[in-house]
C-alpha cells in the first residue's frame, strides 16, 4: 500500500506492506526525510504533536493492525540534531564562523582592516572645520560605486565584496543577532539528491525542487586576486626563450605569495618568484599535458620550503610575423576572444583544483586565487602578458557538466539535456542590443566567452627585489631539444662559485633546489633549512658545511666529474665530434632531414635541436 507522510518538510509517499513494522515504515521515512537518530520520531493520526506516539510504543506493531489503509495520512516528528559548534571570532563585530579553516594569512591580515577609504576635505562642499566631517569627505566603504568607477576598476575586492554582502544582511535584519552565519555559499548546478519530493532519485526522477533554476549568466563583480606581479623581468624573458630558441609554445605553473595590494582597497596581490615548467608535449600551435604529472608533490614541498605556493599557470601563444623585427602576430583581441573556451575550461578547472579556503563560506572553501597567464602579441605586435580569472559560475558549471568548448574559440557551448542521464537547466545571458537596450537572450547552443572572464592586472615592482637569482645559469627543467638538468650541468654550477657569496647566488635558484630535492640526498628537514640559508639573505653558509645532505650531495658530485673525465679520455673528442658532424640532422619541427655542419633548418628556417 501506499502511506501519505505528512511532516513539516512537507508531503511524501511511502509504499509499505500491511505486515511490515512501524520500525519499517520509520526506517523508510528516516532514509526519505534524512532523519539521522531514529529514536526520535514520532506517529499520529492527527496534526497534534501531543496525541502522536513515540516510535518505542509503535516499533513492533503492524501497519494492519493499527487499522491504516492505502491513500492515509500519517502525521510525522521528530527532533532535528543540534547545530556542529564553531569558533567565535571578534572582529569589528562578533561573528560565529566554521571552525578548523585555516586561512591564507593576508585574508586573516585584510579580515581586521579598517578597510574605508579617506578622502580629503572638499573645498567646495565642505563649510566646517578641520576636525569635523560631512558627506562630501566622510570616508567611503571598500565597496563604493562611484570610487570604483572613477578609478577603472572593474571588478572590486574579495574582502570589498565580503564587507558588501555582510552590510546588505545587516540592511535586511537578517544578521541583526551577533550569531550570524557565514554569508557565502558556492553555486551549484547540479541535481538535488536525494530529494525530499517523494519521488526516485535522480536520474529516475526528478521534480522542481530537485532540479537547478535557470541561470541567467552576467559580468562578476569581483576578483579573488587584483594583480599578479612578476619579481623580476627574468623570469618571463626565461620563459619565452624556449619559444625563441624552439618556436614551440611553453607551460608552467606559477610559484609565488599573497600581499596586500594598495592601489585597490582591500585588494590581494599576488608576487610571482618562479615558473616550474612541468613535463609537457609542446608544439608550435599547441601544448598537451599529462595531469597530475609525477613530481608535482615534490615540487609543491620544494616550493613551500621556500615560503611559496602554486598561485597560478602561464602559457605562450605566439606567432612570429615574419618580418624579422621580433614582432609577432595578434590573436588575442577585442575582436577574436582573449581566452578561448577550452583555455577556459582549463582554467575552470584548474581553480576547482585550488580551492581557497575561507572561514566566511558556509563550506569552508569558496572560489579560488589561481590566475591564469597568457602571453600572446597584442594589437601592435609586442610581446604581452595578460592574467584573468574565470568566475564561480563557469566553475559551478564546469563541475556541473553543463557546457563544454566550442570549436569557436570565442563561444562556450551549452550541453544538451539527456533523459535519464543529463539535466541541463535553462541558461540565459543579457546584452545591449543596437538600440541600447538590455536583451535576455537564451544561451542554448552558445554564448560568448567574455561572461565568464575576470581581468586581473599584471607588471613589475618597481624596485625589484627578487627572492631568487635572476641570472643563474642551472638550465630550466623538462627542456626537450635543449640543455638538460642533470649531476654533471649542477657540479659545473657550484664549482663556479668561489666565495660563499658566490655559493648562495648559485643555490639560490628554484630550478637548482628542486633538482637538488630530486636527488634524496637531503633529509626534509635539511632541505627546508637549506632552502632557508638561501633565500634569507641575512644567513649565511656556515651551517651548510655541518649538513650530512650537503657532505653527501659533494660526494655525488665529486664522483661524477670524476666519471665525465674519465669518459672524456676514453672517447677521443675528435672522433665523437666528427662523427656527429658526419651525421645528417632531422628537423625536429618539420622532420626535414638537413646535411651535416648546419644551425638551422633549411625547410623551415627553425634552430636545429640535434
Known amino acids: 500500500m501506499l502511506l501519505r507522510i505528512r511532516s513539516k518538510e512537507g508531503m511524501n509517499r511511502v509504499q509499505i506492506e500491511g505486515v ?108 566646517h572645520g578641520a576636525n569635523a566631517m560631512c558627506d562630501y569627505c566622510m570616508p567611503l566603504e571598500p565597496y563604493d560605486a562611484t570610487y570604483l568607477e572613477e578609478n577603472k576598476i572593474k571588478h572590486m575586492s574579495f574582502h570589498a565584496y565580503l564587507r558588501q554582502i555582510n552590510a546588505a544582511q545587516q540592511s535586511k535584519n537578517v544578521a541583526a543577532s551577533s550569531n550570524s552565519v557565514p554569508p557565502l555559499e558556492e553555486q551549484n548546478f547540479r541535481v538535488k539528491v536525494p530529494c525530499s519530493g517523494g519521488h526516485a532519485p535522480w536520474p529516475e526522477g526528478i521534480c522542481t525542487k530537485c532540479q537547478p533554476s535557470a541561470i541567467t549568466l552576467q559580468r562578476q563583480t569581483y576578483r579573488m586576486v587584483d594583480h599578479i606581479e612578476f619579481s623580476s623581468a627574468s623570469l618571463i624573458e626565461s620563459f619565452l626563450n624556449y619559444w625563441r630558441s624552439s618556436g614551440s609554445q611553453r607551460f608552467g605553473y606559477l610559484y609565488g605569495r599573497y600581499e596586500p595590494y594598495l592601489e585597490v582597497p582591500l585588494g590581494i596581490k599576488a608576487v610571482v618568484e618562479a615558473i616550474y615548467e612541468p613535463p609537457q608535449e609542446d608544439h608550435s600551435d599547441g601544448i598537451k599535458l599529462t595531469l597530475p604529472w609525477e613530481e608535482e608533490a615534490k615540487v ?47 582554467a575552470a578547472e584548474m581553480q576547482r583544483r585550488h580551492p581557497n579556503l575561507s572561514k566566511q563560506s558556509v563550506s569552508g572553501k569558496y572560489s579560488s586565487k589561481f590566475i591564469t597567464c597568457v602571453i600572446s602579441g597584442d594589437i601592435e605586435g609586442n610581446i604581452d602578458v595578460k592574467a584573468y580569472q574565470v568566475s564561480d559560475t563557469l566553475t559551478a558549471l564546469q563541475e556541473a557538466e553543463i557546457i563544454e568548448p566550442s570549436r569557436k574559440p570565442s563561444v562556450m557551448r551549452v550541453k544538451d539535456s539527456i533523459p535519464h ?51 643563474s645559469t642551472f638550465p630550466v627543467e623538462n627542456r626537450e631539444g635543449l640543455s638538460h638538468q642533470n649531476v654533471s650541468a649542477l657540479s659545473k654550477c657550484i664549482n663556479s662559485a668561489h666565495t660563499p657569496d658566490q655559493l648562495k647566488k648559485v643555490l639560490s635558484d628554484f630550478h637548482v633546489l628542486c633538482y637538488i630535492q630530486s636527488t634524496d640526498t637531503f633529509s626534509p628537514e635539511e632541505f627546508k633549512q637549506l632552502c632557508q640559508l638561501v633565500t634569507n639573505t641575512d644567513e649565511n653558509l656556515d651551517e651548510l658545511n655541518h649538513m650530512n645532505g650537503w657532505n653527501t650531495l659533494q660526494m655525488v658530485l665529486k664522483e661524477a666529474e670524476e666519471n665525465a673525465r674519465a669518459n672524456s679520455q676514453t672517447t677521443g673528442p675528435s672522433s665523437a665530434s666528427g662523427s656527429a658532424a658526419a651525421a645528417p640532422v632531422s628537423c625536429r619541427h618539420c622532420t626535414f632531414t638537413n646535411p651535416p655542419g648546419i644551425e638551422s633548418c633549411e625547410m623551415c628556417g627553425l634552430p636545429l635541436s640535434g
Open 20 to 127: 511490515e513494522t512501524f520500525r519499517d515504515l520509520a526506517q523508510k521515512v528516516a532514509e526519505l526525510l534524512k532523519i539521522q537518530d531514529i529514536s526520535t520520531v514520532a506517529m499520529g493520526k492527527d496534526p497534534n504533536p501531543s496525541t502522536a506516539a513515540a516510535l518505542s510504543q509503535l516499533a513492533d506493531k503492524t501497519i494492519n493492525e493499527a487499522g491504516l489503509k492505502h491513500g492515509d495520512i500519517v502525521y510525522v516528528s521528530y527532533v532535528e540534531p543540534q547545530e556542529p559548534q564553531h569558533d567565535l571570532v571578534n572582529n569589528d563585530s562578533a561573528e560565529i564562523r566554521p571552525n578548523n579553516v585555516k586561512q591564507d594569512e593576508v585574508d586573516d591580515f585584510l579580515e581586521k582592516q579598517r578597510g574605508l577609504i579617506d578622502r580629503k576635505k572638499d573645498p567646495k562642499f565642505c563649510r
Open 300 to 346: 609543491n614541498q620544494a616550493a613551500e620550503a621556500c615560503g611559496l605556493v602554486q598561485v597560478g599557470m602561464i602559457f605562450s601563444d605566439l606567432i612570429d610575423d615574419g618580418t624579422g623585427n621580433g614582432s609577432v602576430v595578434a590573436k588575442r583581441h577585442v575582436d577574436s576572444y582573449f581566452l578561448s573556451s577550452l583555455e577556459c575550461v582549463f
Open 421 to 471: 542521464e543529463r539535466y541541463v537547466p535553462e541558461v540565459f545571458y543579457k546584452f545591449k542590443n543596437e538600440y541600447n537596450v538590455v536583451v535576455k537572450q537564451p544561451a542554448k547552443p552558445t554564448f560568448p566567452v567574455e561572461y565568464l572572464l575576470v581581468n586581473v592586472t599584471n607588471g613589475f615592482p618597481h624596485n625589484p627585489s627578487p627572492l631568487f637569482n635572476a641570472e
